[in-house]
């Protein structure tokens, strides 16, 4: 399997911008988790799917944020407007429930930058 | 990662080992799990404790006492690859559900 798949790898906009991050699960993997790091927070959650319906979405920062999984193999988070406090590196993660581990398998993430 | 403490930062040698420890306060405990995260890349899975005790995996261990809110992770002949920000994560299904709470990660430096 290729992995979790996520686009774009890096993007730099301008503060007011809108901004539209791109998520491809796992195959099978039935949940689905954004999480955003930055270098004071570290890792947090912002929203997670099951079976693509939104199962917490308490992590979201503001109604500038909004993330849809309109079908099981894709997933779209976006701000609107985007503001330089939004810079960070923003992961999506899938898992399987009853897997061995449970573990997320985490995808190479996007680094954003609002200027 | 709320109420998730682990080091900031440690040094050690190469060839030696070192513990780095995680303690947490949960509610609904329901697996601790440790992750690799090299500079730029995404967390990989280390390691999974839901119940007391040390797993072992090649150079790799955790332990988890759930009466204590206390893990660590193990790592033995230590290599320079091992230089790596190791993040603790907890899942805790009253208050986050499904989802993990993640601390903010011990940044390992491994010395020649």
Redesign the interface.
Known sequence: DAGVIQSPRHEVTEMGQEVTLRCKPISGHD?L?W?RQTMM?????LI?F?NNVP??DSGMPEDRFSAKMPNASFSTLKIQPSEPRDSAVY?CASNE?GAS?????????TRLTVL | GQNIDQPTEMTATEGAIVQINCTYQTSGFNGLFWYQQHAGEAPTFLSYNVLDGLEEKGRFSSFLSRSKGYSYLLLKELQMKDSASYLCAVRDLLNSGYALNFGKGTSLLVTP
């Open positions: 949940y988790f999480y927070r570290g890792l947090e959650l997670y099951n199962i917490d992961f429930r581990y449970n573990e997320q398998f985490f995808g190479p993430g």
